[in-house]
């Protein structure tokens, strides 16, 4: 036994006996009273008792409740924690330890938090226990022939913060908030470069684009397809499974990480093999598909699985307390956050967060050549605090740790690794369409379509994508109800659907994209109504006489080709927006109308048509506005003086830095390639992670 276990053991013997003390209902002496000697070696035999317990028969327990939602399970590991406690007291001599199924769960909890932050902080500062693991993980996979000698080369670890803007990064290392990410910088040893977002400034789009080469044909975060009658949703598996299927059938390749990759907590896979928390994947089905395996391998430490728990609850309760502030203060702007939101972000800003980490360090410790991770937690609480906020701040320190955790264990992995850390967009402030002008996108295109306005419009869901990672854990990966956006019984009434402060109109009885022309035959309002409305910013629509045209305020006109000489409406939207809706108007699954809101370039400020005081998706300030933060060992994103635009162009960014660190990446045929999920990922040292929480 090392002398950290020895010391773990130790801590545990101390904290059961003051437990003892302070617990009414928990003994470690018979009813006549026994000395101090013959009391401490109880709690020191029951100490021990209870960690063979855990080492042997927990991870049996957690493997046996696998197919248990991952959330239900978060909160069961207490009460398996104290029956495992309880078993332990009843293997001590003589009966002397005694407590009654409520206590036992408390001290069960209890003790497994002490042991994980002094096992934690015990590895973390020391190496030999880290060589010592490595060298058993070394041999571990010797036996199972995957490797011979550890690997030369270096591997490369991406980990996306996912919604944190090019600014925003840039602000919190220039306030100490993010001291990690300040501490690259300013030892020269990384380079902060900025890049482009396409039209479509959201996860779905970015992170496909990254991962596969390939985001043509996503207009938005969620569309309508004419010819398959269905919703297309990014975060929705199905739909994530479709478009990763796309994508690799157009470029033939399989994806970022089909060399020895692991991809983690993402929504499509990059091609690797290994793969935890995927939604592309949790759409399978099948004894073969164990989408929750991540959520599996990391509770199988009873410690994370209590210290999870216990941070989860603090998270909760944290964003109460925030919330209610915001509210008495009559913050502006502000969305409503009650109902189950405390609870999605606890699990986007903790479980999500430490179980990713945990399966990164895992990769790490097993040498994998490549790994793409994505940690949503600041773009979740962007979205209902504002991206500026100091909710968000707090959670951007809380992420640096992350960083810093990683970098740390980095330093003891059998080979070398090159941490990339980027974004797939930013956010831009504002409040939202509805607040401002009292009626939401839909209502508005209904209004112009001389149809009745609900006199209570329905909001839109916010589309953040820890809601789909909590469905997933929940055993329910449904992004939404599909039924809520079929076409109803009146086909000619219209899909208007939201993505930020991105709008689409489709008309589903029409199996083409609609002409501006048969737009104003059949609805003569509905153009003009949306274009000369103050919260528009443009439309982007089909002529017959001119090809695709931007409609703007005043009856502005403009054909895509003439965008250049005149931007029009496009003027306050940058450089890039001309190309970006070029592209888009290329895409065959491009709405009827696509709608765009204002956008203040004073102020950064847009308009969205979704709950959100936080949102991308569409055109507009830092919403498109990502990072490619890199080691320098890496050549140049892009020559000096040039822009890196788009998530495609990203891609192949991140695929040379992987052929100049391993050789070249072989792409695999489309057909070979079927990702599997993993299980297997070494959990154990994340014990000092986030001790904030």
């Given at each position: ?20 003390g302070i ?8 009813d ?9 070696v ?144 300013g ?108 959520y ?6 009873p ?38 939101y ?25 040498g ?26 707090k ?56 149809l ?66 048969e ?10 109504t ?9 439309l982007l ?52 109308i ?15 048509f ?68 993993d ?15």
């Open positions: 036994m090392c002398w950290r276990s020895i010391a773990v053991w130790a801590v545990s013997t101390v904290t059961m006996l003051v437990l003892a617990l009414p209902d928990f003994k470690l002496q018979s006549n009273g026994d000395s101090a000697t013959r009391i401490g109880t709690a020191a035999l029951g100490a021990g008792a209870f960690a063979v317990l855990s080492v042997l028969v927990w991870p049996l327990l957690v493997r046996a409740l696998l197919l248990v939602p991952a959330l239900v399970l978060g909160l069961v590991v207490f009460f398996l924690n104290g029956g495992l406690l309880l078993f332990a007291l009843a293997l001590v001599p003589d009966g002397r330890g005694e407590a009654n199924p409520e206590t036992a769960v408390v001290v069960a909890a209890v003790m497994s938090a002490v042991a994980s932050a002094t096992g934690g902080a015990l590895a973390v500062r020391d190496d030999d226990a880290y060589r010592r693991r490595l060298y058993r993980l070394a041999d571990r996979r010797r036996r199972r022939g995957r490797a011979g000698a550890g690997p030369t080369t270096p591997g490369t670890v991406f980990l996306q913060l996912d919604g944190v803007g090019h600014d925003v990064l840039r602000d919190a290392v220039d306030q100490d908030v993010m001291p990690t990410v300040g501490a690259w910088l030892a020269g040893t990384h380079r902060l470069t900025p890049w482009r977002t396409d039209w479509s400034s959201q996860t779905g789009a970015s992170q496909l684009g990254i991962l596969h080469g390939s985001n043509y044909d996503v207009p938005a975060f969620r569309w309508y397809e004419k010819d398959t009658r269905e919703v297309q949703v990014s975060n929705r598996p199905t739909s994530a499974a479709e478009l990763q299927r796309r994508a690799i059938e157009h470029t033939g390749d399989g994806g970022l990480l089909t060399l020895d990759g692991a991809s983690r907590g993402n929504l499509f896979s990059g091609g690797a093999e290994q793969v935890a928390l995927v939604l592309s994947v949790a759409a399978r089905r099948g004894k073969e598909n164990r989408s929750r395996a991540g599996f391998a990391y509770f199988s430490d410690a994370n699985a209590v210290r999870t728990a216990l941070s989860f609850v603090a998270e909760a309760g944290r964003e109460i307390g925030q919330s209610t502030r915001a509210r008495l203060t009559r913050q502006r702007p502000r969305v409503g956050r009650g109902g189950l405390p609870f999605i972000r606890a699990f986007a800003t903790v479980v999500e967060r430490d179980v990713v980490v945990a399966a990164v360090i895992g990769d790490m410790l097993a994998r050549s490549s790994v793409y991770a994505d940690l949503v937690a600041y773009d979740e609480v962007a979205h209902h605090s504002g991206p500026v906020s100091r909710d968000a701040e959670v951007l320190a809380r992420l640096d740790r992350s960083l810093a955790l990683i970098a740390k264990v980095a330093e003891h992995a059998p080979r070398r690794y090159r941490i990339v850390v980027l974004s797939d967009h930013g956010q831009s402030p504002g409040e939202t369409f509805r607040a401002r002008y009292g009626l939401g996108l839909q209502d508005l295109v209904r209004a112009g379509c001389g009745p306005v609900p006199r209570r419009a329905q909001r839109t869901h916010s589309g953040a994508e820890a809601r789909a990672a909590v469905r997933a854990a929940l055993g329910r990966p449904v992004e939404e109800g599909t039924e809520k956006h079929r076409p109803s019984s009146r086909r000619s009434e219209p899909i208007v659907l939201a993505s930020g402060n991105l709008g689409l109109v489709s008309f589903p009885d029409v199996p083409h994209r609609m002409s501006k022309e737009i104003d035959a059949r609805h003569p309002a509905l153009l003009t949306l274009a000369n409305h103050p919260g528009i910013g443009f629509v089909r002529s017959e006489e001119h090809g695709a045209v931007v409609l703007g305020a005043r009856g502005a006109e403009i054909p895509l080709a003439d965008l250049d000489d005149r931007p029009g409406p496009l003027a306050d939207f940058g450089a890039h927006a001309a190309d970006a809706v070029r592209r888009t108007d290329s895409f065959p699954h491009t709405a009827d696509m709608v765009n809101s204002w956008y203040d370039p004073a102020e950064g400020e847009v308009l969205a979704e709950e959100q005081i936080g949102s991308h998706g569409g055109l507009g300030g830092a919403q498109g506005h990502a990072f490619l933060l890199a080691p320098k060992v890496f050549s140049p994103p892009v020559a000096e003086g040039a822009e890196l635009v788009g998530a495609q162009q990203v891609h192949h960014v991140l695929r040379r830095w992987l052929r100049e660190g391993s050789g070249p990446q072989v792409p695999l045929d489309k057909s070979r390639h079927e990702p599997a999920p299980a297997s990922f070494t959990v154990a040292t994340v014990t000092s992670h986030d001790k904030s929480a």
